[in-house]
């Protein structure tokens, strides 16, 4: 029988541990579909399952190709975070593409032998993948695994933040964070579907990434004057709903007041209680993993959430989920492309070093690992 390489991570009171295990061919379920993995992106949302709170600056790893693997401790306070989790082996990776090898025996599943779709569903940091038929993108013929190894996560958020946008009656929005793979997707779409968008970014150099793309709004929050050159977008804008990829430090208080300012350039009458049109600001990040900090200057029409992209496509519906898909499939080669700065195999993912380069979520590189290296 078969068997193929599949990467899991395991937390223990001694720190983690990732490695790879060789696991049986799956046997489909009439329902489901068997895809050859050939491409699947390390997105930061997959992190938080790889590494949890360990402290990957101290990550070492052993061993080579299939026996290779990784270990660091666990940073401080991480192992009261991640209890739920002790001594599990849990499957890594949410997206990827490759090709359906077998089907169960429901004419859907059948119509997809041979066909080369995109999937999301966990557990894709491996050579093989068992899934619901209906959960699979099938891809444009002229696309490789490559090209649709990304269609779910980034596209998927890009184009619900401007579904949020319009369920909760807002007419622009800020994004932090937005060089970003993510970022550069989302402003594609806003030019295309007429959204005026508020960019915030740390340096100049990805400053200059959103001006090629012609991004008309860009601030940088290391300059001195970024408090007002917020507040100065947010009024042209109108923006009053802000997608923060920071998650910890004061990012969104700093929206969130730019956002009150902005509302106070309008005439109108005075009250103790700030603006009336509500400001949101929803986390869907933790590159900063230390506290939100809130600083309530900014009356009393205002919320600080969290959104996760699976829970708004539950409430969303099997309608709007089919609708955004399609649109992925129609524009994956322009709208929803994709760059990546290195392919790796399984066992490279798990060089320390490799590690340590992919951890650091650095502005224009994204890793692909190709599981069938």
């Not at 991570?9 to 993995?37: C, N, R």
Request: aromatic content about 6%; overall charge negative.
């Amino acid at each position: 029988m078969t068997t193929y390489l599949q990467m899991l991570s395991t937390v223990t009171t001694d720190g983690l541990e990732m490695k790879l295990v060789k696991q049986k061919m799956p046997e489909p379920k009439p329902h489901e579909i068997v895809v050859k993995v050939e491409a699947t992106p390390i997105n930061p949302s997959d992190h938080g399952v790889m590494f949890g709170w360990a402290d990957i600056s101290k990550a070492t790893s052993s061993g080579e190709g299939a026996d290779r693997v990784l270990k660091a401790p666990l940073a401080p306070g991480g192992l009261s975070r991640m209890k739920a989790r002790l001594d599990q082996d849990l499957p890594v990776g949410n997206e990827g593409a490759g090709t359906v090898v077998a089907a169960g025996s429901d004419e859907y599943a059948q119509s997809l032998m041979g066909k080369r779709v995109a999937v999301m569903g966990g557990g894709m940091y491996a050579g093989y993948r068992a899934v619901p038929a209906m959960s699979a993108l099938p891809l444009p013929e002229d696309a490789t695994a490559r090209d649709g190894a990304s269609c779910f996560v980034n596209p998927l958020t890009a184009l619900c933040f401007i579904e949020t946008m319009r369920g909760e009656d807002h007419s622009a929005i800020v994004h932090t964070a937005a060089a970003s793979n993510l970022g550069q997707m989302l402003n594609r779409i806003c030019q295309a579907d007429g959204v005026d968008i508020v960019n915030i970014v740390r340096r100049q150099e990805q400053v200059d990434i959103l001006k090629e793309l012609g991004a008309k709004y860009i601030v940088n929050s290391s300059d001195d004057d970024f408090h007002m050159q917020l507040t100065d977008a947010i009024h042209a804008t109108g923006a009053t709903l802000g997608f923060d990829a920071i998650g910890g430090g004061d990012t969104a208080s700093n929206i969130l007041l730019a956002m009150e300012a902005a509302a106070a350039r309008t005439p109108g009458a005075y009250s103790i209680y700030g603006s009336i049109k509500h400001k949101q600001v929803y986390s869907y990040g933790s590159l900063d993993f230390g506290p939100t900090i809130l600083n309530r200057a900014y009356g009393m029409a205002w919320g600080v959430g969290g959104w996760l992209l699976p829970n708004f496509l539950a409430k969303a519906g099997m309608e709007t989920a089919v609708r955004l898909r399609k649109r992925v499939a129609d524009e994956l080669h322009t709208t929803f492309k994709s760059h990546y700065t290195d392919e790796i195999s399984l066992s490279d993912a798990l060089d320390a070093d490799i590690v340590k380069r992919y951890n650091a979520k650095k502005t224009g590189e994204k890793f692909l690992i190709n599981p069938q290296l």
